[in-house]
């Protein structure tokens, strides 16, 4: 770590902690050379998620990915009021404001964000990189496979506030809300009719 760098961290960081543990990283030129007098390289630390097995670097990241499994949604929405898990930034903020600065080269599409610009970007590439190990199936998206997987498990963790009916992706839900609510935001140029 280059000295400006090691003024950026916090005493508390890992990386600071390694560093008081561990000495100096620089080598005195009259050492002989044995190994207890060379700088030891820092091992990577590692978090895994005790449900899913997935690692992360940082235990933040991990924290954050755990609440997908016990749905605690901290953050919220101050304009909507909507929560989330890990705090949405300029993201969520971008569906009220109207900003969509991420283009598509290939049709001109705009987008909020550059996640929704790459997946929108493998329609026009035909790339399909998750794929399904039960029955091979391909998807654009991780979603698409998390909520394909669904059939083969049998989880249905959406469910109707009206008339309790349970679905496997949160999009099958929204559309048949509409089917109590009436409305209708698709419209037909061509004919004039309108769809959930």
Request: hydrophobic share 15%.
């Amino acid at each position: 770590i280059e000295e400006s760098d090691h003024q950026l961290l916090s005493h508390n960081s890992p990386v600071a902690e390694s560093q008081d543990q561990e000495g100096s990283k620089h080598v005195d030129p009259e050492s002989t050379g044995n190994a207890e007098t060379q700088p030891k390289k820092r091992r990577e630390k590692s978090f895994k998620c005790d449900t899913c097995g997935k690692d992360f670097k940082y235990k933040c990241k991990l924290k954050i990915h755990q609440r997908r499994y016990t749905g605690e949604k901290p953050y919220f929405c101050q304009t909507c009021g909507k929560s989330f898990s890990s705090n949405p930034g300029l993201n969520h903020t971008r569906t009220h404001t109207g900003e969509r600065p991420y283009t598509c080269n290939t049709c001109g599409k705009k987008f909020t964000n550059s996640s929704c610009l790459r997946n929108h970007t493998r329609t026009h590439t035909g790339e399909k990189p998750y794929f399904c190990e039960t029955c091979e199936s391909v998807f654009t998206t991780r979603t698409s496979l998390l909520v394909h997987m669904r059939i083969h498990t049998g989880e249905m963790p959406y469910t109707c506030n009206t008339c309790g009916r349970k679905f496997r992706g949160k999009t099958s839900l929204n559309t048949h809300t509409r089917t109590h609510t009436g409305e209708k935001p698709y419209f037909c140029e061509r004919c004039g009719k309108s769809f959930t």
